[in-house]
């Protein structure tokens, strides 16, 4: 199948400069990071640099993605130029090459499941919080529902103790040659990097962040957005939903012109 296959968050970005100066990130540029709140001990606010596991990705090649027919994209590109400043897609445009990158229209639910194998300390609640996690986001444009079998999910949560740096959640996102996702694996950490036990809030925040990714969100540079790449709010603000709605919205494939 001719596909293309992404750690979301470690490979295909552009250089880190560019993006830190679209997203204003500055400094923290750290994937899935989790900032520790007020109440937390230990842990710095932010890294000092961007981390990235060895090996960990598997690099597919850049999609092929054609482009939605001229008059939709035209269309598209306006309502991006009408709605696009309140929301954070171009961040997703800035690591896709302008191509729209989703689940495809349907009705059909996304669905996902849990990895049956759990490291020690997991408890069922873990499962129940993703739940919660789900559940925040709805009313979505894709709707997720739990099935019992990994075999015949196309989202797979799973759990590790923790990361080896500093990253509490992380989500590998594979699509075809129209940009279309057709699969995803979510991984969640049980503890810090430190090997501190998340708080309850913290591991929901986080499931919430990465089922944003599930859907195909990029990173928002604002940190009252779920996107954030180091979150801590319990629900998916405003913007998060119209940059959603706007995602969805928009035809899938390549926006800008193509390339002579
Ligand atoms: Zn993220």
New binding site residues.
């Given amino acids: 199948m001719a596909a293309a296959s992404i750690l979301?968050?470690t490979t295909a970005r552009p250089p880190l400069p560019l993006l830190a100066a679209v997203l204003g990130l500055g400094g923290l540029l750290l994937?899935?990071a989790l900032r520790p709140g007020p109440g937390d001990a230990g842990a710095p606010a932010s890294g000092p640099s961007a981390v990235r596991p060895s090996g960990a990705a598997s690099a597919g090649s850049r999609p092929e993605v054609p482009p939605p027919d001229l008059a939709a994209r035209r269309a598209a590109r306006e309502r991006l130029i009408t709605l696009g400043g309140s929301t954070y897609l171009d961040s997703l445009f800035l690591v896709s090459d302008s191509a729209v990158r989703r689940w495809g229209d349907g009705d059909d639910p996304i669905r996902y499941a849990f990895d049956g194998g759990h490291p020690e300390g997991w408890h069922p609640a873990y499962a129940d919080e993703v739940r919660e996690a789900i559940g925040r986001w709805a009313p979505a444009p894709r709707r997720l529902a739990e099935v019992p079998d990994t075999g015949a999910a196309d989202v797979v949560v799973s759990w590790v103790p923790q990361f080896a740096f500093r990253r509490a959640?992380q989500?590998d996102l594979f699509w075809d040659s129209r940009g279309a996702i057709y699969r995803a694996r979510v991984i969640l950490a049980l503890r810090s990097e430190h090997g501190q036990p998340l708080p309850r809030e913290a591991r929901v925040a986080v499931a919430m962040?990465?089922i944003g990714?599930v859907m195909g969100l990029p990173?928002s540079a604002d940190s009252v957005d779920a996107?954030y790449?180091a979150t801590r709010v319990d629900a998916p603000s405003a913007r998060d939903r119209r940059t959603l709605r706007l995602l969805y919205d928009l035809p899938l494939g390549l926006l800008r012109e193509p390339r002579r």
């Fill in positions: 979301l968050e994937a899935d959640g989500t962040h990465e990714h990173h996107m790449e």
